[in-house]
């Protein structure tokens, strides 16, 4: 069985920041967003991983000028970051999965994140499309990962996790060769953990080396103010009912002196870095320690691997704040909080946040009662898979299939200075 060397898991960073917030899906104007000086704060707080789609609009380009700029060529070598992008979906209603579409999407990528190689590649949204042309993608990707070295790894993403699994057995039984990550969103947050009941144990035994978890926010469901609303108006697939049940656990987070988003972030990124570290990875934890691939411990442990969006720089610093604190909590935690210089103090206030969290999580999930593990149709009610039958498809409201923005949403005049004890 060939095996791509070395395993995926052995240098993906367990943070990736993802781009589909550098789209009107999510923000009025993609070109309004501080992208650049995102892309360099975030390396300079020790981010390595970027994910990004030629669906997302205009974000691939985005990325790719933030990452060619003197600054970052100066202070960052290519083989210190990764990036990860994705072809077949073209637009919304739009696939295309043939090996000539592929190759040609893989060389606009190169070309617009000006590199020579991309890190990872997924077919994206696979369930839109069938299982034969899932597999011929794949099948052109590690050709051209073989032939040319442009592509290091390759992985599907999608929504239903039942479906991402099926795929997963059926190319390793084709193929004998497994897929190097599969990345589904949305799927294990507050609202919903099928990522951990259900896809683990089955994307485990297809030999699937990388799973990471997009979307902790539930594609910006779980927020006081309700989904995002960009240019491209509601997109969220998600049903009223689950909306109003939402926003009843939100207005009972007001009453605990809390806020839903909070809870639902570090939730999600906490427990995922726990139950996800069986597909997990081992690469450069961004936690303030300096940190190399020569110096890989090949028996340290993994953590679960997330993707988180932002639209701003002080959304940023708030995420790093929040991924830190998760770091410090866990065990041998204390020692890396001294070492980064955060200190003992952190150490024990992140220990204290976690079993709030949990006690929190619990109450949420009560009141969300039905709606907990709920997971919306994907493709939608309707629609017909291209080349299957000659009816036009169903319009198509899922968004782009990467990371939320941590937005806390904050009113108008509201003090925007957090300190630690504000952290979620």
Not at 40 to 46: E, K, N, Q, W
Not at 257 to 278: N, P
Not at 400 to 415: K, R, T, V, W, Y
């Amino acid at each position: 069985m060939p095996q791509t060397s070395p395993p995926l898991s052995s240098l993906l960073p367990p943070l990736i920041l993802g781009t589909a917030t550098f789209n009107d899906q999510y923000n009025p104007d993609p070109y309004a967003l501080p992208t650049t000086g995102i892309v360099h704060r975030a390396l300079s707080l020790g981010v390595r991983a970027f994910d990004t789609s030629p669906y997302y609009g205009p974000a691939e380009e985005l990325l790719g000028k933030a990452l060619a700029t003197p600054f970052v060529h100066d202070n960052f070598p290519r083989r210190d970051y990764f990036l990860l992008t994705k072809v077949g979906r073209i637009a919304g209603a739009e696939f295309d999965y043939t090996a000539p579409w592929v190759r040609r999407s893989v060389q606009r990528s190169l070309d617009r994140l000006h590199t020579k190689y991309l890190d990872v590649v997924y077919c994206h949204d696979v369930e839109f499309v069938t299982p034969e042309e899932v597999l011929t993608a794949v099948m052109e990707l590690r050709r051209i990962r073989d032939a040319t070295g442009q592509i290091k790894y390759v992985g599907i993403s999608g929504y239903p996790v039942e479906i991402l699994c099926e795929l997963s057995e059926m190319i390793i039984e084709r193929t004998r060769e497994p897929l190097d990550i599969v990345m589904s969103y949305a799927n294990f947050t507050l609202q919903n953990t099928r990522l951990s009941s259900v896809a683990i144990p089955r994307l485990s035994a297809a030999g699937v080396d990388v799973v990471p978890n997009a979307s902790v926010l539930g594609m910006g469901l779980l927020r006081r103010t309700g989904v995002p609303i960009g240019a491209q108006g509601d997109f969220h697939p998600s049903p009223t009912k689950l909306r109003t049940a939402i926003q009843k656990a939100s207005d009972w987070c007001d009453e605990k002196d809390d806020r839903i988003e909070k809870v639902a972030i570090r939730f999600a990124l906490e427990t995922w870095m726990r139950e996800g570290a069986s597909v997990g990875s081992k690469g450069d934890p961004a936690s303030g320690i300096p940190w190399s691939r020569e110096k890989i411990d090949v028996k340290s442990a993994k953590l679960g691997v997330s993707v988180m969006g932002v639209s701003n720089i002080s959304e940023l610093d708030e995420t790093m704040r929040v991924w830190r604190s998760i770091l410090d909590g866990l065990e041998g935690g204390e020692e890396t909080a001294i070492q980064s210089g955060r200190g003992t103090k952190d150490h024990i206030w992140s220990l204290s946040r976690q079993k709030e969290v949990q006690e929190l999580a619990m109450g949420i999930r009560k009141i969300l009662g039905e709606y907990v593990d709920f997971a919306w149709p994907s493709p939608p009610p309707g629609y017909v898979k291209p080349g299957l039958e000659p009816t036009k498809p169903a319009p198509l409201p899922t968004p782009a299939a990467s990371p939320d923005q941590l937005a806390l949403n904050l009113p108008a005049g509201e003090n925007m200075d957090i300190n630690c004890s504000d952290l979620v």
